[in-house]
Every structure is written in structure tokens, then in C-alpha cells.
Nanobody, 121 residues
Framework: EVQVVESGGGSIQAGGSLRLTCAAS????????IGWWRQVPGKEREWVAY???????RYAASVRGRFTADRDSAKRSLFLQMNSLKTEDTATYYC???????????????WGQGTPVTVSS
């Protein structure tokens, strides 16, 4: 059974940094895409960054240059280093994964429970 579990959220002032972790387990092969999404109440969940099976990483325009997604060599943990945080980054951050090449080409099959991030001015 695939499980993804996020941790590392919290409260921080604008301009600060946070590092999120997603512990991933249960994948039967390495052919899956995994990444980060975020959601604020009343809005749709939006993708932030994801890593393809070939380790190509893609970022949403709103976070490019500030956030970095990577994973450990065993591919059991996914990280999101968030620098230069802005108040508009406030959201619940979710780790998500799907089998296949690209995270945006189909429905996300596995979601974590989310970890809240609050950025204050």
C-alpha cells in the first residue's frame, strides 16, 4: 500500500525559510511522479512542484527561484525547501503521487494528509 506522509509545516515570518518532508513508501516500482501541491480554503488545490521518474523537476511560476524540490538517493523522502516565503504562500501543503511519467497528465492517486504553512507579515 502506497503511503505519503508530510511533515515540517509551521508558522514563520515573511522572508523566512521552511523545509517540508514527504515520507513515501509502498511503491512497487520507480515509475511514478511525486510532488507538492497546496490549497487555501475556498480555492482549488494547485501544484507547486513535482519530480518525474527521470528526476526532472518542474516548478509553478509562483514559486520558481524560491522553492526547491528534491529527494534522497533512496527515493524514500521528498523535500520542499521554501525560501523567501511570502504571505501568499500560506496554505496547507500536500504531497501527492501518481504512477507514470508526469504529475499533471492524470489524476493524483495518492495524497498525504497535508501540513499547514502560515507566513505572517
Amino acid at each position: 500500500e502506497v503511503q505519503v506522509v508530510e511533515s515540517g509545516g509551521g508558522s514563520i515570518q515573511a522572508g523566512g525559510s521552511l523545509r517540508l518532508t514527504c515520507a513515501a513508501s509502498g511503491f512497487s516500482s520507480s515509475n511514478y511522479c511525486i510532488g507538492w501541491w497546496r490549497q487555501v480554503p475556498g480555492k482549488e488545490r494547485e501544484w507547486v512542484a513535482y519530480i518525474r521518474p527521470d528526476d526532472f523537476t518542474r516548478y509553478a511560476a509562483s514559486v520558481r527561484g524560491r522553492f526547491t524540490a528534491d529527494r534522497d538517493s533512496a527515493k524514500r523522502s521528498l523535500f520542499l525547501q521554501m525560501n523567501s516565503l511570502k504571505t501568499e504562500d500560506t496554505a496547507t501543503y500536500y504531497c501527492g503521487a501518481r504512477g507514470g511519467w508526469d504529475c499533471l497528465s492524470g489524476r493524483i492517486q495518492w495524497w498525504g494528509q497535508g501540513t499547514p504553512v502560515t507566513v505572517s507579515s
